[in-house]
């Protein structure tokens, strides 16, 4: 159930800075026929924001794994892993890890 909670929470803070700075981005869910699925993508048109969220502090890559695999698909994506992990770091060559503090400053 945190889990959960704690994804309603950051797609309203999303939605919440779309809003109050007026951005031209389309946030929307992605999920494929075979299940796979990101929390949140933000097309801001040249690029995509792709984003997933996990409560826990320790990362491991089956966290992430799937975000590399749908990122593929589109044209100009970003991945971030938002998590509990207390420091902003580099996952692997293509996702980078958001501290659950740091998610205001990471829309844009």
């Known amino acids: 159930m945190k889990g959960n909670i704690l994804e309603g929470f950051i797609i309203s803070e999303f ?26 993508v933000l097309d801001f048109g040249f690029k995509q924001n792709l984003y997933e969220i996990k409560a826990a502090k320790s990362i491991q890559r089956k966290h992430y794994s799937r975000l590399e695999k749908i990122g593929s698909l589109f ?22 890890n958001i501290p659950l503090w740091d998610v205001n400053y990471s829309i844009l």
């Open 15 to 40: 939605l919440k800075q779309k809003l109050s700075h007026n951005l031209q981005i389309e946030p929307y869910f992605y999920r494929d026929s075979n299940g796979n699925e990101v929390d949140l």
């Open 75 to 96: 044209s100009n994506p970003e991945l971030f892993l938002i998590s509990g992990r207390e420091e902003r770091q580099k996952l692997s060559r293509t996702v980078m």
